[in-house]
């Protein structure tokens, strides 16, 4: 059975760091990302970054890049995405899923042909 779940949410003053982590667990299949996914109140989800399980490949949404980190540990089969310079913009429960990434002319775009998402975990950035 795949199973992610991702962790590390909380409360963070504007300009501070939050990392999240997203373990995962029973994946069989090959050439998959983990990607890293927002939904804001009111808004539309949103993809974040991802990162190739196969090859190390990133990719981030316009709006965190240089900002946000997303890296992987193999050994413990968990994917982290390290937040900095927070904005409370960036408010929102975030979710870690298994898909399929690709570079776009800007930012990237995905696939989900899996359908395994882990459960949210509530980022807010105060001002």
């Known amino acids: 059975e795949v199973q992610l779940q991702a962790s590390g949410g909380g409360l963070v003053q504007a300009g501070g760091s939050l990392r999240l982590s997203c373990a995962v667990s029973?994946?069989?299949?090959?050439?998959?990302?983990i990607g890293w996914f927002r939904r804001a109140p009111g808004k539309e989800r949103e993809g974040v970054s991802c990162i190739s399980m196969s090859d190390g490949s990133t990719y981030y949404v316009v709006s965190v890049k240089g900002r946000f980190t997303i890296s992987r540990d193999n050994a413990k089969n968990t994917v982290y995405l390290q937040m900095n310079s927070l904005k409370p913009e960036d408010t929102a429960v975030y979710y870690c899923?298994?898909?399929?990434?690709?570079?776009?002319?800007?930012?990237?775009?995905?696939?989900?042909?899996?359908?395994?998402w882990g459960q949210g975990t509530l980022v807010t950035v105060s001002s």
């Open positions: 029973g994946v069989t299949f090959d050439d998959y990302s």
């Open positions: 899923a298994a898909v399929q990434c690709y570079a776009g002319a800007v930012g990237y775009y995905y696939n989900d042909p899996f359908g395994f």
